[in-house]
């Protein structure tokens, strides 16, 4: 009985402690001149109640813009400075404790501008989008988490060149595996097109597919794409009419059909220059989508028509930061976390299970240049 009454409030302890950080949440920046931003930073979230804490800089890197995190947990990949001419993805071990990143290697992105990396659900593919040149790669990942050199890239095109000052060459912006693990698709914005491509696991590499593209309205420039976690349905934003235009999705021959494109702004708001989307994340139990708009600087809420996967528009709520490029939902879908690219770092919101309606909490972090948020929950 003593001994119950001397481990009980160690326990209780060791319990705290877990759930006051049971979830890690990074953000990639931008870094140069312009900024103060170091690399990468890490913060502390607590699921049940949404406070973050700020743990400092997980890695120094030079521009890690965007970020994906290993099926494993042991690993964060980064598009990172180039490698010679061409553009970088760098692999970093990741301190389970305190959330540090320890750089293991760093690749050829195989083109120049890396701006999106993601990870199949195995952890074997890394996945690399090149802006500036428009194209694509994929990378192996080896069991130490290290990648190995792309096996296979490739160019977009033709460019639409429906708006000639934006779209006269092809511009690669995101590129996503799907549920299955069979295909990836990449957003083009500068071809008005969505590539599909046949994934290797085995080989890491990537081959076009059969039919090769999807299309979204002439002009529309699509720019990230996101799944619903049953796989079915699929939508891309597209950042130059701030839109998003949904897609069936065929899991077996890796074909997106379009459902429907509707407007990402509040009824009677007018697109305007400084206007484009950013981000688009499905919540976790299905039934939410959202878009972040920058310069009207909100996050568009819909509904998600279970059976059709059409969207009914809720809110546009008010980002709190300035031009929301990337925001996240952590894994229990309670939170949601904004990344301001040119002003007011990073805020937190709690979402509404119900309604999907975003509330600030109150809690805004100073992190200059932020461009990605990406969430690791560490316990069950």
Request: proline content about 7%.
């Given at each position: 009985?003593?001994?119950?009454?001397?481990?009980?409030?160690?326990?209780l302890?060791?319990?705290?402690?877990?759930?006051?950080?049971?979830?890690?949440?990074?953000?990639?920046?931008?870094?140069?001149?312009?900024?103060s931003?170091?690399?990468?930073?890490?913060?502390?979230?607590?699921?049940?109640?949404?406070?973050?804490?700020?743990?400092?800089?997980?890695?120094?890197?030079?521009?890690?813009?965007?970020?994906?995190?290993?099926?494993?947990?042991?690993?964060?990949?980064a598009?990172?400075?180039?490698?010679?001419?061409?553009?970088?993805?760098?692999?970093?071990?990741?301190d389970?404790?305190?959330?540090?990143?320890?750089?293991?290697?760093?690749?050829?992105?195989?083109?120049?501008?890396?701006?999106?990396?993601?990870?199949?659900?195995?952890?074997?593919?890394?996945?690399?989008?090149?802006?500036?040149?428009?194209?694509?790669?994929?990378?192996?990942?080896?069991a130490?988490g290290?990648?190995?050199?792309?096996?296979?890239?490739?160019?977009?095109?033709?460019?639409?060149?429906?708006?000639t000052?934006?779209?006269?060459t092809?511009?690669?912006?995101?590129?996503?595996?799907?549920?299955?693990?069979?295909?990836?698709?990449?957003?083009?914005?500068?071809?008005?097109?969505?590539?599909?491509?046949?994934?290797?696991?085995?080989?890491?590499?990537?081959?076009?597919?059969?039919?090769?593209?999807?299309?979204?309205?002439?002009?529309?420039?699509?720019?990230?794409?996101?799944?619903?976690?049953?796989?079915?349905?699929?939508?891309?934003?597209?950042?130059?009419?701030?839109?998003?235009?949904?897609?069936?999705?065929?899991?077996?021959?890796?074909?997106?059909?379009?459902?429907?494109?509707?407007?990402?702004?509040?009824p009677?708001v007018?697109v305007?220059?400084?206007?484009?989307?950013?981000?688009?994340r499905?919540?976790?139990?299905?039934?939410?989508?959202?878009?972040?708009?920058?310069?009207?600087d909100?996050?568009?809420?819909?509904r998600?028509?279970?059976?059709?996967?059409?969207?009914?528009?809720?809110?546009?709520?008010?980002s709190?930061?300035?031009?929301?490029?990337?925001?996240?939902?952590?894994?229990?879908?309670?939170?949601?976390?904004a990344?301001?690219?040119?002003?007011?770092?990073?805020?937190?919101?709690?979402?509404?299970?119900?309604?999907?309606?975003l509330?600030?909490?109150?809690?805004?972090?100073?992190?200059?240049?932020?461009?990605?948020?990406?969430?690791?929950?560490?316990?069950?």
């Amino acid at each position: 009985m003593k001994l119950l009454r001397l481990l009980a409030p160690l326990l209780l302890c060791t319990v705290t402690a877990r759930a006051a950080n049971d979830q890690f949440v990074f953000v990639g920046t931008q870094t140069g001149v312009k900024t103060s931003s170091k690399g990468i930073y890490v913060f502390g979230l607590d699921s049940e109640t949404g406070k973050m804490e700020p743990l400092g800089l997980a890695a120094e890197a030079k521009s890690p813009s965007f970020l994906a995190i290993a099926p494993n947990k042991k690993v964060l990949f980064a598009v990172s400075a180039g490698v010679g001419k061409e553009g970088g993805v760098s692999s970093y071990s990741l301190d389970p404790q305190t959330g540090r990143l320890t750089l293991l290697n760093q690749q050829s992105s195989k083109g120049r501008g890396p701006c999106h990396v993601s990870v199949d659900a195995t952890g074997k593919v890394l996945l690399v989008a090149n802006y500036s040149s428009g194209s694509i790669a994929s990378l192996p990942i080896h069991a130490d988490g290290s990648l190995g050199e792309a096996v296979s890239s490739y160019i977009h095109g033709p460019a639409s060149k429906v708006d000639t000052g934006r779209q006269n060459t092809p511009y690669a912006h995101s590129i996503n595996p799907d549920k299955s693990g069979k295909f990836a698709f990449a957003c083009d914005l500068g071809c008005d097109k969505i590539f599909s491509y046949r994934l290797d696991l085995a080989g890491a590499k990537l081959t076009p597919n059969d039919p090769p593209f999807a299309v979204v309205p002439p002009g529309s420039g699509p720019r990230h794409f996101a799944f619903h976690p049953s796989g079915k349905f699929a939508w891309a934003n597209n950042e130059m009419t701030l839109t998003v235009t949904g897609f069936n999705c065929d899991a077996d021959q890796g074909v997106l059909t379009p459902i429907e494109t509707v407007s990402t702004l509040p009824p009677g708001v007018a697109v305007i220059p400084a206007y484009s989307t950013a981000e688009t994340r499905a919540h976790p139990n299905g039934k939410f989508l959202y878009v972040s708009n920058r310069g009207h600087d909100t996050i568009a809420c819909f509904r998600v028509a279970q059976t059709t996967g059409k969207l009914t528009f809720i809110e546009a709520a008010p980002s709190i930061v300035q031009i929301p490029r990337n925001f996240d939902i952590d894994p229990t879908g309670k939170w949601l976390v904004a990344a301001g690219n040119r002003g007011g770092g990073i805020a937190v919101f709690t979402i509404d299970q119900s309604t999907g309606k975003l509330s600030p909490t109150g809690q805004q972090f100073e992190v200059d240049a932020a461009v990605c948020v990406t969430f690791l929950q560490r316990y069950p």
